[in-house]
Antibody, heavy 119, light 109 residues
Framework: QITLKESGPTLVKPTQTLTLTCMFS??????????VGWIRQPPGKALEWLAL???????RYRPSLKSRLTITKDTSKNQVVLTMTNMDPVDTATYYC???????????WGQGTLVTVSS | EFVLAQSPGTLSLSPGERATLSCRAS???????LAWYQQKPGQAPRLLIY???SRAIGIPDRFGGSGSGTDFTLTISRLEPEDFAVYYC??????????FGPGTKVDIK
C-alpha cells in the first residue's frame, strides 16, 4: 500500500522560507521512472503543479516559481523536501505531495497540508 | 504559453445521467500524457484516467476517457451520487512540466 504524508508549518510570515517534508511508504524513489511531486491548491481554486524530483535526482520546477523552489530527496529515509523562499500571502494554499510511478501522472496523493501566509 | 481549458465550468446533472467533460489544449499534444483527476471537497485528488483513455487501478468502468490532438473528453456514463465532484485534466509536457486545467464542477441538478 502506497502512502504519502506532508508535514511542515501551518503558518508562516511573509518573506519567510517554507520547508515541507513528504514522508512516503510503499514504493522506492530509487526505482527507475518513479518521481515525487508537489502540487498546491489555494482555497477554492484549481490545482497548481510546483515541482517534481525523479529517481535519478533529475528535478523539474514550475517556470514562474523556479527561482523560489528547491526540491530534494533522501532515498534512505523515504522523504522528499520542498523549500519555497520569500513566502507571500498569495502562497496560502493546501500543499500536496504525490507519487508519479511513470512520470506522466500522479497515482497516489498525500492528504495535503494547509499553509497560511500571514503576519 | 501552454494552457489547458476545461468546459463547462459547472455541469448540473441528475444521478443516472451521462456527463461529458471537455479538456482542450492550446496546442496539439500527445494523448500518452493526458490524465484526469477527481477531487471531492476536503479530499486530495484521485487519478481516474491516464494516457487519455486508460483507467487507473480501482476506477469503475463508468469512467471513460477519449480524444486526441487538442480535444479530450472524460465521460461518466451514468452518474452515481459519489461522482459529484470537481474534475481536472492534466498534461505532462515539454521539459517535463505539468499543467492542470481549471477544473469542471459536476453538481447535482
Amino acid at each position: 500500500q502506497i502512502t504519502l504524508k506532508e508535514s511542515g508549518p501551518t503558518l508562516v510570515k511573509p518573506t519567510q522560507t517554507l520547508t515541507l517534508t513528504c514522508m512516503f511508504s510503499g514504493f522506492s524513489l530509487s526505482t527507475s521512472g518513479v518521481g515525487v511531486g508537489w502540487i498546491r491548491q489555494p482555497p477554492g481554486k484549481a490545482l497548481e503543479w510546483l515541482a517534481l524530483i525523479y529517481w535519478d535526482d533529475d528535478k523539474r520546477y514550475r517556470p514562474s516559481l523556479k527561482s523560489r523552489l528547491t526540491i530534494t530527496k533522501d532515498t534512505s529515509k523515504n522523504q522528499v523536501v520542498l523549500t519555497m523562499t520569500n513566502m507571500d500571502p498569495v502562497d496560502t494554499a493546501t500543499y500536496y505531495c504525490a507519487h508519479s510511478p511513470s512520470s506522466s501522472s500522479y497515482a497516489n496523493w498525500g492528504q495535503g497540508t494547509l499553509v497560511t501566509v500571514s503576519s | 504559453e501552454f494552457v489547458l481549458a476545461q468546459s463547462p465550468g459547472t455541469l448540473s446533472l441528475s444521478p443516472g445521467e451521462r456527463a461529458t467533460l471537455s479538456c482542450r489544449a492550446s496546442q496539439s499534444i500527445s494523448s500518452d500524457y493526458l490524465a484526469w483527476y477527481q477531487q471531492k471537497p476536503g479530499q486530495a485528488p484521485r487519478l481516474l484516467i491516464y494516457g487519455a483513455s486508460s483507467r487507473a487501478i480501482g476506477i469503475p468502468d463508468r469512467f471513460g476517457g477519449s480524444g486526441s490532438g487538442t480535444d479530450f473528453t472524460l465521460t461518466i456514463s451514468r452518474l452515481e451520487p459519489e461522482d459529484f465532484a470537481v474534475y481536472y485534466c492534466q498534461y505532462y509536457g515539454t521539459s517535463a512540466i505539468f499543467t492542470f486545467g481549471p477544473g469542471t464542477k459536476v453538481d447535482i441538478k
